[in-house]
């Protein structure tokens, strides 16, 4: 069976502070994906990076990065200098045969 | 520009009530989904279809129907509408690479379904 757990539900941080989202997963295959969705408040939801299990190299785009370890079977988001416009909800997403299988997310909250 | 298109983007229904909810996307993407959002529950798969032809359960396909109508449409249909399907609606779609749904998701802006 495959299984994504964000366990933390909602995090609040001020502004400017660093704040990791952790992502843990569950599958059998060793072939799988791995991606990150943005939902800011607004409702549409917006595809952040995509990681494949064969590729545990972390990478990093502006202010985001990811830490992929497959030995602890986690794929965790790190935003960097957290801004307001970073307040939204964050879902980690696990792909098998053509479906995917979501987290429950992580509203993050950034204050000013 | 459009990407996927989500119609309506509101409804309130009544118990009893039958309705379709419809999906068109623009990007020749083989794959579309369907998925309902409810607090605290992230998304979960109602129905999927992996290509053109084909439909499939998905987590919670119970109480829906869908077809594929052509490679853009995908639509999702509420014979007997219940209040335990108050939910955001989502439709999604994705390029198809092989059998791993490798490719990232692309959503519509969803529908928020009220059943009284």
């Known amino acids: 069976a495959q299984k994504v757990t964000q366990a933390q539900t909602e995090i609040s941080v001020v502004e400017k502070e660093d704040v990791t989202l952790d992502c843990v997963y569950e599958?059998?295959?060793?072939?799988?994906?791995l991606f990150w969705y943005k939902q800011p408040p607004s409702g549409e939801l917006v595809f952040l990076i995509r990681?494949?299990?064969?590729?545990?190299q972390n990478e990093i785009s502006g202010r985001y990065s990811w830490n992929f370890q497959k030995s602890t079977s986690s794929f965790n988001f790190t935003i960097t200098a957290s801004q307001v416009v970073d307040s939204a909800v964050y879902f980690c997403?696990?792909?098998?045969?053509?479906?995917?299988?979501f987290g429950t997310g992580t509203r993050l909250k950034v204050l000013a | 520009n459009a990407g996927v298109t989500q119609t309506p983007k509101f409804q309130v229904l009544k118990t009893g009530q039958s309705m379709t909810l419809q999906c068109a996307q623009d990007?020749?993407?083989?794959?579309m989904y369907w998925y309902r959002q409810d607090p605290g529950m992230g998304l979960r798969l109602i129905y999927y279809?992996?290509?053109?032809?084909?439909?499939d359960k998905g987590e919670v396909p119970n109480g829906y129907n869908v077809s594929r109508l052509n490679k853009r449409e995908f639509s999702l249909r509420l014979e007997s509408a219940a209040p335990s399907q108050t939910s955001v609606y989502f439709c999604?779609?994705?390029?198809?690479?092989?059998?791993?749904?490798?490719?990232?998701?692309?959503f519509g802006d969803g529908t928020r379904l009220s059943i009284l």
């Open positions: 997403a696990l792909s098998g045969t053509y479906k995917y299988i």
């Open positions: 599958t059998r295959d060793t072939t799988y994906y």
């Open positions: 999604a779609s994705s390029g198809f690479g092989t059998t791993y749904s490798n490719q990232p998701q692309h």
């Open positions: 990007m020749n993407h083989n794959s």
């Open positions: 279809s992996a290509s053109e032809g084909t439909t």
């Open positions: 990681r494949n299990s064969f590729d545990e």
